[in-house]
């Protein structure tokens, strides 16, 4: 294979929370129930009239060839939205449709850096801005969010990242992977620190896909809002968290200028032509609708309730400390304090490199924890390896109903006081990674 593939393959990693599904499916086989804290999906089913839409769409035969920037009437009303939530000027041929808010992630890194361009990104973060980085030649810059910060960021945190070859920024809040959500005052921050250091020949990559999910009656703001910041921002939503509708395939971008949108549709054409137009209606509908904001409460409210339980339910359990996220479904607790009693960091120094490379203190503990408890949740270094090597942290969605995660967090408590099952489960050694 090595003399097969094209270099540049070996360059690309992935998103594990596609990976461990086929791990669940294998343990499910054996007839044993898995609590699913890995989901990166909202558990609820799309609102009905937004699937009514749709299938009167297919009614109407709207299934053809549309426009490759994606329609119109979609296009307008993401212009509209954005122009009125962000107190922007938005323009539908500003914006392009895209199957999902993910493909522009790797489109914008092959559209604005060449190789040797930096890539600023955060980590813990969306593991799609890594993965890509070294794929198109440019060099990943991780800014590291700290727990001590509530995983946000700082003007003086970018600043120390920034340096002429600095060509994009990618922002995330509410973050996935820690639900963290930056103030008024740290984007006002960051926003002037781009201002004044980088050039008007950078973009930032503001990712907004879970500006519907914030909690204690907070609102989004977005860094696109703050003087100076339209010029350089591309902004980025879609319908997979806001309408619970990740198998839609929707997502959009608004691009700084008309022309820069103009490239954008080009690859649209060279990929995959244009995105189902009755999927497209639907999520004109959703943006559109009165009713959505019900919907979108209602599950905000749920995600809360589950927040609050969780939470509590992590911090009492000794070795792991949590912090209550602002926004998005997930909650990312620190367990150091496990890996340690466990003996898992101790495990881990003792695997040979090469198999360190693969894993890591809190992967073993994330792999004991689904193969002997069956509780499925994400890793830290399923969220940027480049300088993770010394933070252990877990990921769980609460995207899943309360008994489930009420079950999970016993499960969790169990398999964190363990060590003669976890020293067994290492020396088996079948999956430590
Ligand atoms: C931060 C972030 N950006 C983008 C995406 C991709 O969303 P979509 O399903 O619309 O492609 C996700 C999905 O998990 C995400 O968490």
Redesign the pocket.
């Known amino acids: 294979m090595m003399t097969l593939l094209a270099k540049r393959v070996a360059l690309l990693d992935t998103e594990n929370a596609f990976k461990i599904g086929p791990y669940i499916r294998s343990i499910e086989e054996q007839g044993k129930s898995v609590i699913k804290c890995n989901l990166?999906e909202p558990d609820f089913p799309v609102p009905e009239f937004i699937k009514e839409e749709v299938k009167r769409q297919l009614d109407l035969d709207n299934t053809h060839y549309c426009d490759p920037q994606g329609i119109p009437s979609l296009r307008k009303v993401i212009a509209k939205y954005f122009s009125e939530t962000r107190g922007i000027r938005a323009t539908p041929d500003q914006v392009v449709v895209f199957p999902?808010?993910?493909p522009p992630i790797g489109f914008s890194q092959q559209t604005y850096c060449d190789p040797g361009d930096e890539i600023i990104y955060p980590s813990p973060g969306?593991p799609i801005y890594e993965s890509f980085t070294s794929y198109v030649g440019a060099r990943p810059i991780p800014v590291h969010l700290k727990e001590d910060k509530n995983f946000t960021l700082s003007g003086d945190d970018i600043a120390s990242t920034i340096t002429k070859k600095t060509k994009m920024i990618f922002l995330?809040f509410p973050s996935?992977p820690t639900g963290g959500v930056a103030s008024p005052e740290q984007l006002q921050d960051i926003a002037q620190v781009i201002r004044k250091r980088c050039s008007e020949n950078i973009r930032v990559f503001s990712?907004e896909?879970y500006e519907n999910i914030l909690f204690d009656g907070n609102k989004h703001r977005s860094i696109i809002s703050y003087p100076g910041m339209e010029k350089i921002t591309i902004l980025v939503s879609?319908v997979?968290k806001s309408y619970s509708w990740?198998g839609g395939r929707i997502?959009w971008a608004l691009f700084p200028t008309a022309e820069e949108a103009e490239v954008f549709r080009n690859l649209n054409i060279n990929y995959f032509s244009c995105i189902p137009p009755y999927n497209q209606e639907g999520a004109r509908l959703a943006l559109e609708s009165p009713l959505s904001k019900d919907a979108i409460v209602s599950m905000v409210k749920t995600f809360q309730d589950r927040r609050d339980l969780v939470v509590d339910g992590l911090n009492a359990i000794k070795g792991i400390r949590c912090q209550k996220p602002k926004g998005a479904f997930y909650v990312f607790p620190n367990i150091s304090g496990v890996c340690e009693n466990l003996g898992s960091m101790e495990a881990f120094q003792n695997l040979p490199a090469d198999l360190q490379q693969r894993t890591s203190p809190s992967t073993l503990f994330q792999m004991f924890l689904l193969f002997e408890y069956q509780v499925a949740t994400m890793d830290r270094k399923s969220f940027g390896r480049m300088g993770a090597e010394d933070f252990h942290y877990l990921r769980l969605s609460i995207a899943t109903d309360t008994a489930s995660l009420k079950e999970g967090l016993k499960r969790l408590a169990a398999a964190s006081q363990d060590k003669k099952g976890f020293k067994l489960f290492f020396e088996r050694g079948e999956h430590l990674f």
């Open positions: 990166g999902g808010a993910k969306f995330n996935n990712d896909v879609g997979s990740t997502g």
